[in-house]
């Protein structure tokens, strides 16, 4: 799962569509800052953005970092999602300044109290399906499930069928990271539904 956590980050921070600006555009797999060149963005980019992930496997967190440039006005915008061992983040924050994003970024914290909703909780691998009687106690602002299906896993050399099932804080499956890719075949399905809420 978290090859296809991973791959979520590269496809959001390529997507970009966006008078002219100078901001910082650089990656790092290893921590919440990097460095790098200062371009000037092109036409219809009017923003600096700074895109940033974490994984918490285990207890153990990793982060990327990308900044660049953004041609949209979407101001600042988290997505979340969580199994019984896994964490994941994803936060884009947008600037209006001349090298705005050179600063090193700061994840808006989650709440870790559970919040009455609870999901069903699966992962299975080569398989476009999962279901199970265990779920998961979902926290915070995730009060929706999640269930993801599709190549989205990778063991290192391909891409493979897997699916999944647990916790997230988006609304639709429009709002999720990698929906464009529903339409490539990427994805087979992603669906969001209210969960079990404790009577």
Known sequence: ????????????????TGTSIDCVTCYSTDGTDCSGEVRTCTEGQTFCRTLTSEIKKDGVASNQVFKYCGGDDEPHWIYREESLTTFFQLEVENCETDKCNEKPAQLTPSVNTTNGVKCMHCFKDYSTDCNSEKTIEC???MNKCLFVSGNICNNGTAFYACA???????ASADLHPRYDEVDTGNIQKIEISEGIKDA
Do not use: K, S, W, Y
């Open 1 to 16: 799962m978290n090859a296809f956590l991973t791959g979520v980050i590269f496809l959001v921070a390529f997507t970009a």
């Open 139 to 141: 926290t915070g602002d």
């Open 164 to 170: 999944l099932r647990h916790c997230t804080n988006i």
